[in-house]
């Protein structure tokens, strides 16, 4: 179906054809009346120009002798009127740029305001008409009359037009009005008052205190006096000590939803019900400490627990890996060997379980030694992936480093930091599709130095980004890969430590890792050289250490 143009030039040629057919047909209907009343008039045109003698006869003869066309004039009036009028009700309201309706300028006066200035000029109009001279007396009689129709057309018209653009609106019709304005607001003072009457009679217990307090000031007033002087002063005193109250009250609540639970209002010169309400805010305070501590035991508990049942597993897996590795040199053949590897890749891989378990225990509770340290992120995410250079062949991924040629200096711990690099580019060699590159991206963003990396996954992600990083979460829902699900995670919580965010987005398959650290100034130089001399093993920087080494320094810590 095509849609009507709604257009200002069409809504403008609309009006004129239905003022002027409207004009047309009205004037045109009352000369087919006066041309079919010639033959009762005909007879006595003479007596009748004697009884009036601004009569013109003359307009009386021409209307008989065009009697046979004028009504066709008027049926094609009507028609155009009947179209141009249905044509505007539709396009009330309506713009050729939204299909919503909108309303215009006189469809914002209120309705009642409204009909109060259109009315009293369509009466006027109306009652000059009908109350002048008779316009077939006279040429002047006849124009005015004929002005008048238009005005009265227009105005009819503009009416018509609003209040259906107003009907379309729904209840704009209503309540776009002074009378209903005036109600509602009548109405809201009405439900105030009572809803403040029920309010009182609710609590009784404290507002008859009040309703009398007002009796005795208004008989003070009424009596005058000094007594009126020395109630207004004390009065003063009270609203001031009132005041005083709220304030405390108040900023006893802004500390506690900061939550700065030591905070404690001092109730001992309020009055009865702001000191029972300054109670309950310090009870309140009272109960999230002691619920905030017996969270902090229950997390220190649990840490304990992971890291004792660790040891306790650690032990005697280590035994197992070690005879395993016996078993390995006996050169067993057949299905034995086959068994002895199975045991071997699964005890391994409950060893890294088990130190995942202790290293996600001591970066969510913060257990971990932070040493922030201006850090050139290029360099260590070029070791990391030096690091990772074989693993990542054997899974056939290529690694590109953009914006690394640029030193970026962060304040970062620099071991923290390659754990979670290595754990990223571990999550990559495991998840990532075979054959496609691993981006890594780093770039300085205002004071804020970011490191993304992003791979194409070999399985589909349909799995929001926050939920990958919560605690045993893994991309692959089969679990057919060698993973803990505890990687992100503790990527997260060793960003967090170093006062970083960590945050994961992902497009269909491409998954993406941001890290971002607060930047910094490169460290000064130093201010001459030093010989080189040997450095011992343990206080070689984590950065130049192998995964073996920090392993073996994690376990002495432990």
Same mark, same amino acid.
């Given at each position: %179906?095509?849609?009507?143009?709604?257009?200002?030039?069409?809504?403008?040629?609309?009006?004129?054809?239905?003022?002027?057919?409207?004009?047309?047909?009205?004037?045109?209907?009352?000369?087919?009346?006066?041309?079919?009343?010639?033959?009762?008039?005909?007879?006595?045109?003479?007596?009748?120009?004697?009884?009036?003698?601004?009569?013109?006869?003359?307009?009386?003869?021409?209307?008989?002798?065009?009697?046979?066309?004028?009504?066709?004039?008027?049926?094609?009036?009507?028609?155009?009127?009947?179209?141009?009028?249905?044509?505007?009700?539709?396009?009330? @309201?309506?713009?050729?740029?939204?299909?919503?309706?909108?309303?215009?300028?006189?469809?914002?006066?209120?309705?009642?305001?409204?009909?109060?200035?259109?009315?009293?000029?369509?009466?006027?109009?109306?009652?000059?008409?009908?109350?002048?001279?008779?316009?077939?007396?006279?040429?002047?009689?006849?124009?005015?009359?004929?002005? @008048?129709?238009?005005?009265?057309?227009?105005? @009819?018209?503009?009416?018509?037009?609003?209040?259906?653009?107003?009907?379309?609106?729904?209840?704009?019709?209503?309540?776009?009005?002074?009378?209903?304005?005036?109600?509602?607001?009548?109405?809201?003072?009405?439900?105030?008052?009572?809803?403040?009457?029920?309010?009182?009679?609710?609590?009784?217990?404290?507002?008859?205190?009040?309703?009398?307090?007002?009796?005795?000031?208004?008989?003070?007033?009424?009596?005058?006096?000094?007594?009126?002087?020395?109630?207004?002063?004390?009065?003063?005193?009270?609203?001031?000590? %009132?005041?005083?109250?709220?304030?405390?009250?108040?900023?006893?609540?802004?500390?506690?939803?900061?939550?700065?639970?030591?905070?404690?209002?001092?109730?001992?010169?309020?009055? !009865?019900?702001?000191?029972?309400?300054?109670?309950?805010?310090?009870?309140?305070?009272?109960?999230?400490?002691?619920?905030?501590?017996?969270?902090?035991?229950?997390?220190?508990?649990?840490?304990?627990?992971?890291?004792?049942?660790?040891?306790?597993?650690?032990?005697?897996?280590?035994?197992?890996?070690?005879?395993?590795?016996?078993?390995?040199?006996?050169?067993?053949?057949?299905?034995?060997?086959?068994?002895?590897?199975?045991?071997?890749?699964?005890?391994?891989?409950?060893?890294?379980?088990?130190?995942?378990?202790?290293?996600?225990?001591?970066?969510?509770?913060?257990?971990?030694?932070?040493?922030?340290?201006?850090?050139?992120?290029?360099?260590?995410?070029?070791?990391?992936?030096?690091?990772?250079?074989?693993?990542?062949?054997?899974?056939?991924?290529?690694?590109?480093?953009?914006?690394?040629?640029? !030193?970026?200096?962060?304040?970062?711990?620099?071991?923290?930091?390659?754990?979670?690099?290595?754990?990223?580019?571990?999550?990559?060699?495991?998840?990532?599709?075979?054959?496609?590159?691993?981006?890594?991206?780093?770039?300085?963003?205002?004071?804020?130095?970011?490191?993304?990396?992003?791979?194409?996954?070999?399985?589909?992600?349909?799995? !929001?980004?926050?939920?990958?990083?919560?605690?045993?979460?893994?991309?692959?829902?089969?679990?057919?890969?060698?993973?803990?699900?505890?990687?992100?995670?503790?990527?997260?919580?060793?960003?967090?430590?170093?006062?970083?965010?960590?945050?994961?987005?992902?497009?269909?398959?491409?998954?993406?890792?941001?890290?971002?650290?607060?930047?910094?100034?490169?460290?000064?130089?130093?201010?001459?050289?030093?010989?080189?001399?040997?450095?011992?093993?343990?206080?070689?920087?984590?950065?130049?250490?192998?995964?073996?080494?920090?392993?073996?320094?994690?376990?002495?810590?432990?």
């Amino acid at each position: %179906m095509t849609k009507l143009s709604y257009t200002l030039g069409m809504k403008v040629f609309a009006c004129f054809i239905a003022v002027l057919s409207g004009i047309t047909a009205f004037f045109d209907g009352i000369g087919i009346f006066l041309a079919n009343s010639y033959d009762f008039y005909s007879s006595s045109l003479a007596e009748l120009k004697l009884a009036h003698p601004y009569l013109d006869t003359g307009m009386l003869t021409k209307l008989y002798g065009m009697r046979g066309s004028l009504l066709p004039i008027l049926v094609i009036s009507l028609l155009l009127f009947a179209i141009s009028v249905i044509y505007l009700l539709c396009a009330a @309201g309506h713009r050729p740029d939204t299909d919503e309706i909108v309303p215009n300028l006189q469809d914002k006066i209120p309705l009642d305001l409204y009909f109060a200035i259109v009315c009293p000029i369509l009466l006027a109009i109306l009652f000059l008409i009908l109350e002048g001279r008779n316009p077939l007396a006279d040429t002047g009689a006849l124009s005015f009359v004929v002005i @008048g129709s238009i005005i009265l057309a227009i105005l @009819g018209l503009a009416t018509l037009l609003t209040c259906v653009t107003r009907l379309k609106l729904g209840r704009y019709f209503y309540q776009h009005t002074i009378a209903y304005q005036v109600i509602r607001f009548c109405w809201k003072m009405l439900a105030a008052v009572c809803s403040t009457i029920a309010d009182a009679a609710k609590s009784i217990s404290t507002t008859w205190k009040i309703a009398v307090a007002w009796l005795v000031i208004s008989a003070f007033y009424t009596m005058g006096g000094f007594g009126a002087i020395v109630l207004s002063f004390a009065l003063l005193l009270v609203f001031c000590s %009132m005041a005083s109250q709220m304030q405390e009250l108040k900023n006893g609540g802004e500390e506690l939803a900061k939550g700065n639970l030591n905070y404690k209002i001092n109730t001992q010169r309020m009055f !009865p019900l702001f000191r029972a309400h300054g109670k309950n805010l310090n009870s309140i305070s009272k109960g999230f400490s002691i619920a905030l501590e017996q969270k902090m035991k229950s997390e220190h508990l649990k840490t304990e627990l992971i890291t004792n049942v660790s040891h306790d597993i650690k032990t005697p897996l280590t035994s197992i890996i070690n005879y395993v590795d016996l078993l390995k040199k006996e050169n067993l053949d057949g299905q034995a060997a086959e068994y002895i590897e199975v045991l071997d890749r699964q005890s391994r891989r409950l060893k890294k379980l088990t130190e995942d378990l202790v290293e996600a225990s001591k970066a969510s509770t913060g257990n971990l030694k932070v040493q922030l340290a201006p850090t050139d992120m290029g360099e260590l995410a070029a070791q990391a992936v030096a690091e990772y250079e074989e693993k990542l062949e054997n899974a056939h991924l290529e690694a590109v480093i953009n914006g690394g040629d640029t !030193p970026l200096f962060a304040m970062v711990d620099g071991n923290l930091t390659w754990r979670v690099l290595s754990n990223l580019l571990s999550n990559a060699c495991k998840y990532s599709q075979p054959h496609t590159r691993v981006y890594i991206d780093i770039k300085k963003e205002k004071d804020t130095v970011i490191l993304s990396m992003k791979n194409i996954s070999r399985d589909a992600l349909n799995i !929001p980004a926050e939920e990958l990083m919560e605690r045993f979460v893994r991309g692959d829902s089969s679990r057919h890969t060698e993973g803990s699900g505890l990687g992100l995670n503790i990527a997260q919580s060793l960003v967090g430590l170093q006062k970083g965010t960590f945050s994961l987005e992902i497009e269909g398959d491409l998954f993406k890792a941001f890290v971002a650290f607060p930047a910094t100034e490169p460290p000064a130089p130093p201010a001459e050289e030093m010989p080189e001399k040997e450095v011992p093993t343990d206080a070689m920087p984590m950065e130049d250490m192998q995964t073996e080494d920090i392993q073996e320094e994690t376990e002495k810590d432990e």
